[in-house]
């Protein structure tokens, strides 16, 4: 048996430039960026608590709406201005017009498993 | 050309009619009765549209007793918001314009709207699913283009436009079209002037509406226009322009020619001044190469900021040309009417003004203002 797959929504929900939030616990967020790839994060700011996904999505770095933190998709790393912690970054698989999360930490579980 | 009476009063068949008491002009409860029942349900021109010149593009304005902010929103749509955060009532905005980079942001908890007004993110709002967003959204405030302006109305159930300002404009120049051929809407603001006038709004009025002063306070406008010299204002007679003086090449502040005439207006329409008086705070002054228009904010019952805008052709202004001579014609017409209307606010409060002053036969028309003003504190 594979990592869990946490079905996000299906891909034309999830267009361009738009996020989803998964209400999990801590909350994730799916990024669909301009350019057409997929990112997976914790949705919550560093900062304050504030959802990543209400922010400003711009090339692969999500901006907070509250306060301008600025955090890489890729790494999870922030810029360092407010929001000193990083967020976990997750792995996103896209199957049959579906958009799917898998948390870090789980897929290595799984692999043990 | 339909002239009103111009001899003694039709009722009382006296050259001389009351003005307002000296009240009407000092009292701040009559202030605050005005900001309520004559400000805040009219349309307010509250800014140039081209000066919100991209999306985020923010001024803050006063309304009556209410501070709304005006954006630009991504969609290009200028809206209007009450200043007030709705989480604890900080002021939204407190710069009088500029730029906003996403949204508009509370400085206090940092409660975020978009610039459609809905509330995009708070601290800990996720966690309050059952905030509604539109719900908590900012309060709007009705908003229409005319003349190139962003006007506002605070009302509920704003008055129709077309008979509340077009109608004004109408019922001033004889024809709707007789403005539409300045094309206002295009022009670009060549010069703009803020005055502070220590008066009461309605003598700013009562000063806009009478050309009885002409002859005394003004001798560059009268050069120009030599028929005001008689004291009847262009507000006198409907559809009528003054005419400019024959040795006049333009309105100017020394008859020296000025820009290009506008090409929309006819030629009945060259060589001619109107004035147009928008209740309850808007002048236009229309001139064949040039537009300006005067908006009031009243601030105090003995305070109004007045903002004249100077428009001309873009090209005129794009140009770099000098403006400064037709500019300075208004410029020290409106120093000489703010400095009588100056004159005469402490005067107000005098024992001699208690009951009021009175209005000679070419002044008649300013009680239907007062009527005016009075049919709406009823």
Redesign the interface.
Same mark, same amino acid.
């Given at each position: 048996m594979g990592p869990e797959m946490i079905h996000v929504c299906s891909l034309a929900d999830l267009p361009r430039g738009s996020a989803r939030r998964l209400p999990l616990r801590p909350p994730v967020s799916v990024f669909h960026t301009d350019d057409g790839e997929f990112y997976a994060i914790d949705d919550t700011c560093t900062h304050q608590d504030a959802s990543l996904a209400d922010g400003w999505l711009e090339g692969c770095e999500v901006e907070c709406p509250l306060h301008a933190a600025i955090f890489d998709l890729r790494t999870g790393e922030p810029d360092g201005m407010l929001a000193r912690e990083p967020v976990r970054t997750h792995h996103v698989v896209v199957s049959n017009e579906a958009v799917y999360v898998v948390l870090s930490g789980t897929e290595q579980l799984d692999a043990a498993s | 050309m339909t002239a009103l009476e111009s001899g003694p009063d039709v009722a009382t068949g006296s050259s001389l009619i009351p003005t307002l008491p000296g009240s009407a002009y000092t009292d701040p409860a009559v202030f605050t009765a005005e900001q309520e029942r004559i400000f805040e349900p009219a349309w307010a021109c509250v800014a140039l549209a081209s000066d919100l010149d991209k999306p985020g593009a923010f001024q803050k304005v006063q309304v009556g007793r209410e501070s709304v902010v005006l954006v630009r929103g991504r969609d290009g749509a200028i809206r209007a918001f009450l200043n007030v955060c709705r989480h604890r009532g900080a002021q939204l905005c407190t710069e009088e314009s500029g730029a906003l980079r996403? /949204?508009l942001?509370c400085p206090y908890h $940092?409660w =975020?709207y978009d610039f459609t007004g809905k509330l995009? $993110? $708070?601290? /800990?709002? =996720?966690?309050m699913p059952d905030v509604d967003r539109v719900e908590h959204g900012l309060h709007k405030v009705h908003v229409t283009e005319w003349l190139g302006y962003v006007w506002v109305c605070l009302a509920e159930q704003p008055p129709s436009f077309d008979d509340e300002v077009r109608a004004e404009v109408t019922g001033r120049l004889g024809t709707p079209a007789a403005i539409d051929a300045y094309d206002v809407g295009r022009l670009a603001l060549g010069r703009r002037i803020t005055y502070d006038v220590a008066a009461n709004w309605k003598l700013i009025i009562e000063n806009f509406m009478e050309c009885y002063h002409c002859a005394t306070i003004h001798p560059e406008l009268t050069a120009v226009l030599p028929e005001f010299a008689d004291g009847y204002a262009a507000q006198y007679y409907v559809g009528h322009g003054a005419e400019f003086a024959a040795d006049a090449q333009g309105f100017t502040v020394d008859g020296r020619a000025g820009e290009q005439r506008l090409p929309g207006i006819a030629d009945d329409q060259d060589r001619r001044y109107y004035a147009i008086t928008i209740k309850p705070g808007v002048f236009v002054n229309l001139v064949p190469d040039h537009v300006i228009v005067h908006r009031m904010v009243p601030l105090a019952a003995d305070r109004t900021k007045v903002v004249c805008d100077w428009l001309f052709a873009p090209d005129a202004v794009a140009s770099g040309r000098d403006l400064g001579a037709s500019v300075e014609l208004f410029h020290r017409v409106n120093e000489q009417d703010f400095e009588a209307c100056e004159r005469t606010q402490p005067a107000m409060s005098s024992r001699a003004y208690r009951a009021g002053g009175v209005l000679v036969p070419s002044e008649h028309h300013i009680g239907l203002f007062h009527e005016w003003v009075q049919q709406r504190l009823a």
């Open positions: - | 996403r /949204n942001q $940092a =975020t995009v $993110a $708070a601290p /800990n709002l =996720t966690s």
